[in-house]
């Protein structure tokens, strides 16, 4: 169960149209730091959300097989704003990918933290062309009370989302089969969240390919 079974049941096609796709231009566009900054609604959009230190920008990087695309860090809250990548062309389809701040981390002052979290969630909610949001969750720990809190303001807000596992790396194998089952269960439960989940990891490549499937067909 990568996901591979919902997501367009990425056959071979579809994975090598992902592969295409990512293999791609991809350009650094803006940051934004307050929502008038937001550049005007264009292609669709994929944001990527979820708590500090999940590996959102790892997995930007992994997608697009670029090391330093996105900047990654060991200290939670590297990423400060909304960093826009365009992907695609005239000729695969253009695709916004949106690198979030991270939520739930204490360590950053607190108003920062508060400032980003307000821009986060009104980005989330109100952008029309957020085609899906991509909520990833570390698979050591589970969905987690702030993700919880998130995936309660798309379902008010109608925005479609995905869980995505990060780091299936450092799960045990005996664990993995249950963890997966047991967030699978919760994801089912919120209306917005799509029923399947994606199971990756930025360090083996694990899931990429199927997630590159998935994101290539929503480009237009
Ligand atoms: P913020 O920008 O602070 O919200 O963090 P982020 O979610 O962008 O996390 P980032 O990609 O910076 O990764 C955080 C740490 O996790 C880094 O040390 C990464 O190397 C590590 N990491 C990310 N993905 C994986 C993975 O799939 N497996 C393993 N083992 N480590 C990972
Ligand atoms: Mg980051």
Redesign the pocket.
């Known amino acids: 169960m990568t996901g591979a079974d919902d997501s367009g049941a990425a056959g071979g096609d579809a994975l090598e149209r992902g592969r295409l796709f990512f293999a791609g231009e991809c350009r650094f566009m803006l940051g934004v730091a307050a929502l008038a900054q937001l550049p005007a609604a264009g292609p669709p959009e994929i944001a990527?959300a979820?708590?500090?230190?999940?590996?959102?920008?790892?997995?930007?990087?992994?997608l697009t097989g670029r090391r330093d695309l996105?900047?990654?860090?060991?200290?939670?809250?590297?990423?400060?704003q909304l960093n826009y990548f365009e992907l695609g062309g005239p000729r695969l389809g253009t695709l916004y990918m949106v690198?979030?701040?991270?939520?739930g981390?204490a360590k950053v002052p607190k108003p920062q933290v508060e400032a980003w979290i307000r821009l986060l969630k009104a980005y989330l909610r109100g952008r029309v062309t957020l085609r899906r949001a991509m909520l990833?969750v570390d698979a050591r720990h589970g969905i987690k009370g702030e993700d919880r809190e998130i995936m309660s303001m798309l379902d008010e807000a109608a925005v479609s989302y995905q869980v995505v596992l990060?780091?299936?790396?450092?799960v045990k194998q005996s664990e993995r089969d249950g963890l997966i089952a047991r967030t699978q269960t919760e994801a089912r439960k919120h209306v917005a969240a799509y029923p399947d989940l994606m199971v990756?990891?930025?360090?083996?490549g694990e899931g990429i390919p199927e997630l590159r499937a998935a994101l290539a067909a929503l480009a237009e």
């Open positions: 990527f979820g708590r500090s230190n999940v590996g959102k920008s790892s997995l930007l990087n992994a996105a900047r990654t860090s060991n200290t939670p809250g590297r990423t400060q690198d979030l701040p991270g939520y981390y990833l990060t780091k299936i790396d450092k990756t990891s930025s360090e083996t």
